[in-house]
Every structure is written in structure tokens, then in C-alpha cells.
């Protein structure tokens, strides 16, 4: 895909969503940072049944510490890995509160420390929670990507470095959240939704269907 066209691709999805944001409900950078440590396997609706009442329980990264692993447990259970990330949540919150004064890092490299946060994890919030014009890739972004040919690569990675790079800067703040919500919604795995979608007439894919 050329650069004209995939600045035209990110206008029209800018014009039909002028703020795209998260679907992941949170109220503040540490809220946002276990809300995406617990999506990891799971689906954004799932984790905002459990967060909503595991928030009003523990909204800081002291008061996760309080409430420890056996106390989180019960609010994420309904979450695949749930042990997993409830030790994952404390041990990281027991370090924001040693290391970082109780707030969330800006920095990739701090935030990529933490347990159970990994690249994507860092993207997101860096994107969300700071405004950072980094690119998440999950499996939605990375089939979009290959799929319409805006920025085809072997891997995460690669996909992610060539939409930075490849992506015109007035769009690429935002980019991360129209990319992942047309993936989710319009050009999904299975049978994409070809006749709904705005960049139809942009997009390489040979296999195009109609809605």
C-alpha cells in the first residue's frame, strides 16, 4: 500500500470515530494498568465485570497490596489465568509502591519491569493512559495490518514497527484504537464485514466478501 492511500485510510477512520478510546473501563493510569494486565486471554466485557467491583475494592496500588492475592482472586475468577494475574497484580504493585512513589512509569523500560507486563501491555498504557503515539499489536492489528496490506509483517513486531514508522504522524496517536475496534467489529478473523466497511475501496485484500 503507498503512502497516499494509507493516509486515506486513517482519514476515514478518523471521520467516522473523531475519539476513538479503550474499551476497557478504568479511571486512572493504575486502574488502566490492571485492567490490561488482566485482558491478556481474556475479552475486554469480561474483564470490566470483574474490575468494576475489584476497583471499588482496591483502587491503589497500596490498598491492592492490602487486599493480596487471596482477596483478589474472588473479583477475577471469572478470568482465564486469574492466579496468575492476581500474584502478577500485587508483586506490581508492591514495586510501583517501592520504586515508583505509587504511580505509574512512563517509561517503557520501568513499566516492561513490572510482572506480567510485556510489551503490548507497555504500548497500551503508554498510548492511553499518556498519550504516547506507540502501537499495541494484538492478533486484531496484526491480521488488519497483513490483511489490507497497510503494513504487512511476519510478526508483532515487525507489524508494529512498520505502522510507527509507516503510519502519517497527525494520525498515529489514535491509530492503535482504530486499528484494534475495526479489527474487533468490521474486519474480523472468520467472515470480514467487506460491504460495511469505510476503506473497502483502499484495502489490498484479494479475498474481499460482501457483508
Not at 505509587?102 to 523500560?109: A, K, L
Request: net charge positive; hydrophobic share 40%; charged share 20%.
Amino acid at each position: 500500500m503507498n503512502a497516499a492511500k494509507r493516509a486515506q485510510v486513517f482519514e476515514r477512520l478518523r471521520a467516522e470515530n473523531p475519539n476513538p478510546t479503550t474499551e476497557l473501563n478504568y479511571g486512572t493510569p493504575f486502574e488502566l494498568l490492571v485492567a490490561v494486565m488482566l485482558s491478556a486471554q481474556a475479552t475486554d466485557v469480561s474483564v470490566n465485570k470483574a474490575t468494576g467491583p475489584l476497583f471499588q475494592a482496591a483502587s491503589t496500588p497500596a490498598a491492592m497490596v492490602a487486599l493480596g492475592v487471596e482477596g483478589i482472586k474472588p473479583f477475577i475468577k471469572s478470568i482465564g489465568l486469574f492466579n496468575t494475574k492476581a500474584a502478577n497484580v500485587v508483586k506490581t504493585s508492591q514495586i510501583l509502591l517501592e520504586r515508583h512513589g505509587g504511580q505509574v512509569p512512563r517509561s517503557r523500560e520501568a513499566l516492561e519491569a513490572l510482572p506480567g507486563v510485556g510489551r503490548k501491555t507497555a504500548n497500551v498504557v503508554l498510548n492511553t493512559a499518556f498519550g504516547e503515539p506507540t502501537m499495541a499489536v494484538d492478533t486484531h492489528i496484526f491480521r488488519l495490518a497483513n490483511r489490507t496490506r497497510i503494513a504487512p509483517g511476519k510478526n508483532v513486531r515487525e507489524v508494529e514497527d512498520r505502522l510507527v514508522r509507516l503510519i502519517p504522524k497527525p494520525y498515529l496517536k489514535d491509530a492503535h484504537h482504530w486499528l484494534i475496534l475495526h479489527g474487533r467489529y468490521v474486519c474480523t478473523a472468520r467472515k470480514p464485514r467487506c460491504g460495511a466497511c469505510v476503506i473497502e475501496d483502499l484495502c489490498e485484500f484479494p479475498g474481499k466478501a460482501e457483508a
